[in-house]
């Protein structure tokens, strides 16, 4: 048992899950056994969720986050049409989150993994790995710049395909606030078909999901830029049960 | 019309899809390379303080197969009670690991340090445990759960006294195989299902 205290940085606000994918949602069918049946045990967040892993800026090579050059180390550009994926990372009281690890992972142009499991017709470019990672700065903000990803057939119904979409994984500062999410692309006409775009029933919840075009951040004769801010759970803060803290 | 509560609301989770490691695994991946250190790959940086153990399981789904592409994501405190970042923790300790089924049999092995028991807010004293994060195709959002263990005094934790239905305190109880080693399976859904959290 630790005689040294915990800082409190104040518990986590819960999670609002009317805003997040049904866990169970029959048109997505391998979510039919993977969802639990019985409720989850509600409980407030205690220093295991509100404490979390941190990583350095020293962790990243100069490249993790250009995926059009990164899996090449330099030699030779990724085969696609060429974009920037940027944005913040915010908490629920829209303060930036600062240093926080951000992953992502996508298909190459025509729509192909590179991963042992995908088999589609789409080749494989020899110069895309399809991963990048960063890590935000102190205004929480990151960019990756990479290329548009393919949308892909799925075995799932009939005819069900993908819309393009990069996955990205985030930390924050407290084990509770982990979350994997995709960014979809403005004006995408396969998001409204897409049954795992769909397990989010609320539509509003859907949108916050799909980048816009950024012509602000867009290089003239280089890349377009989609923007995609991503907002992670807040943490209560009052002044009766802590000292207020910055974070 | 009332005030305005200018808060913002959280980005929706997406499943991490079948290929996941990708991004966050890539060396299981067959893509090693793709960074020069990967993130998790161990929670323990060198010479430690407490117990070395391995915990071995599985993640069924609800037809009772074992799941060959779910990742998993643990965090804890170290063997004295110390989150990293905290007064006195082992330098040596990340308290993070990222590990993955094996892709042929389905079993996963976590091999950390043993937690201490941590003293939270209001004085109560959480049992040791390990706090995982699951992901995978067909998981629309992340599953918490905690490993907790047969060898410990676990009847005061505040967590485990929350569950009403007594048997099912046992889903979160790793049983102890051998000197340093633990057995613990999560099933997702159906007959003995895991209790997971909303914390
Ligand atoms: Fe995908």
Redesign the interface.
């Given at each position: 048992?630790?005689e040294?205290a915990?800082?409190?940085h104040g518990r986590?606000i819960?999670?609002?899950?009317t805003?997040?994918?049904?866990?169970r949602?029959p048109e997505?069918k391998?979510?039919?056994?993977?969802?639990?049946?019985?409720p989850?045990?509600?409980?407030?967040?205690?220093?295991?969720?509100e404490?979390?892993?941190?990583?350095g800026h020293g962790?990243l090579?100069k490249l993790?986050n250009n995926l059009i050059l990164?899996?090449s180390q330099g030699a030779a550009p990724a085969l696609g049409e060429r974009i920037l994926m940027h944005g913040r990372v915010?908490?629920?009281?829209?303060r930036a989150v600062p240093n926080t690890?951000v992953?992502?992972?996508q298909a190459n142009a025509g729509g192909r993994?590179?991963?042992?499991?995908?088999t589609y017709f789409a080749p494989l470019d020899p110069n895309f790995?399809?991963?990048g990672?960063t890590i935000t700065d102190e205004n929480g903000y990151y960019e990756f710049m990479t290329i548009r990803p393919g949308a892909y057939p799925w075995p799932n119904r009939g005819n069900d395909w993908r819309p393009m979409h990069i996955?990205a994984?985030v930390f924050g500062h407290s084990?509770?606030q982990?979350?994997?999410?995709?960014m979809y692309f403005e004006g995408d006409p396969l998001i409204d078909h897409c049954p795992?775009?769909a397990?989010?029933k609320?539509r509003a919840?859907?949108d916050?999901?799909v980048a816009p075009l950024d012509f602000s951040k867009s290089r003239p004769l280089d890349y377009l830029a989609y923007k995609f801010d991503?907002?992670?759970?807040?943490r209560r803060q009052t002044m009766f049960e802590n000292k207020l803290e910055g974070m | 019309m009332v005030q305005k509560i200018?808060?913002?609301?959280?980005?929706?989770?997406?499943?991490?899809?079948?290929?996941?490691?990708?991004?966050?695994m890539?060396t299981y991946?067959?893509?090693g390379g793709?960074?020069?250190?990967e993130?998790?790959t161990d929670p323990i940086a060198g010479k430690i303080e407490g117990e070395i153990i391995e915990i071995v399981g599985s993640v069924f789904?609800?037809?009772g197969?074992a799941?060959r592409?779910v990742l998993i994501?643990s965090?804890?405190?170290d063997a004295?009670?110390?989150?990293?970042?905290?007064?006195?923790a082992d330098p040596n300790f990340?308290?993070?690991c990222r590990f993955a089924a094996d892709a042929e049999t389905g079993e996963y092995t976590l091999r950390t340090v043993k937690p201490?028991?941590?003293?939270?807010?209001n004085g109560v004293?959480?049992a040791p445990?390990i706090?995982l994060?699951i992901?995978?195709?067909?998981?629309?959002?992340?599953?918490?759960t905690?490993i907790y263990f047969s060898d410990c005094d676990n009847s005061g934790d505040?967590?485990l006294g929350?569950?009403e239905q007594r048997p099912r305190v046992d889903t979160l109880i790793a049983r102890k195989t051998d000197d340093g080693r633990y057995r613990f399976d999560i099933r997702?859904?159906?007959e003995g299902?895991?209790?997971?959290?909303?914390?």
């Amino acid at each position: 048992m630790s005689e040294h205290a915990i800082p409190d940085h104040g518990r986590l606000i819960p999670r609002d899950r009317t805003v997040h994918p049904a866990p169970r949602d029959p048109e997505y069918k391998t979510s039919v056994t993977r969802s639990p049946n019985l409720p989850l045990l509600s409980m407030e967040s205690s220093p295991s969720e509100e404490t979390g892993p941190t990583f350095g800026h020293g962790l990243l090579g100069k490249l993790d986050n250009n995926l059009i050059l990164n899996f090449s180390q330099g030699a030779a550009p990724a085969l696609g049409e060429r974009i920037l994926m940027h944005g913040r990372v915010l908490d629920q009281d829209g303060r930036a989150v600062p240093n926080t690890l951000v992953e992502i992972w996508q298909a190459n142009a025509g729509g192909r993994y590179r991963h042992k499991k995908d088999t589609y017709f789409a080749p494989l470019d020899p110069n895309f790995g399809g991963c990048g990672r960063t890590i935000t700065d102190e205004n929480g903000y990151y960019e990756f710049m990479t290329i548009r990803p393919g949308a892909y057939p799925w075995p799932n119904r009939g005819n069900d395909w993908r819309p393009m979409h990069i996955h990205a994984s985030v930390f924050g500062h407290s084990f509770g606030q982990r979350l994997i999410t995709q960014m979809y692309f403005e004006g995408d006409p396969l998001i409204d078909h897409c049954p795992i775009a769909a397990t989010i029933k609320d539509r509003a919840s859907l949108d916050r999901l799909v980048a816009p075009l950024d012509f602000s951040k867009s290089r003239p004769l280089d890349y377009l830029a989609y923007k995609f801010d991503i907002v992670l759970r807040g943490r209560r803060q009052t002044m009766f049960e802590n000292k207020l803290e910055g974070m | 019309m009332v005030q305005k509560i200018d808060t913002l609301i959280e980005s929706a989770s997406q499943t991490a899809g079948p290929y996941v490691h990708i991004g966050l695994m890539p060396t299981y991946a067959g893509n090693g390379g793709s960074f020069e250190t990967e993130v998790g790959t161990d929670p323990i940086a060198g010479k430690i303080e407490g117990e070395i153990i391995e915990i071995v399981g599985s993640v069924f789904d609800g037809t009772g197969w074992a799941l060959r592409d779910v990742l998993i994501e643990s965090w804890q405190c170290d063997a004295n009670g110390l989150f990293p970042g905290q007064d006195g923790a082992d330098p040596n300790f990340t308290g993070f690991c990222r590990f993955a089924a094996d892709a042929e049999t389905g079993e996963y092995t976590l091999r950390t340090v043993k937690p201490g028991s941590y003293t939270g807010r209001n004085g109560v004293e959480s049992a040791p445990h390990i706090s995982l994060w699951i992901v995978s195709r067909g998981i629309n959002i992340g599953l918490n759960t905690r490993i907790y263990f047969s060898d410990c005094d676990n009847s005061g934790d505040p967590l485990l006294g929350r569950i009403e239905q007594r048997p099912r305190v046992d889903t979160l109880i790793a049983r102890k195989t051998d000197d340093g080693r633990y057995r613990f399976d999560i099933r997702l859904q159906g007959e003995g299902e895991t209790v997971f959290l909303d914390i």
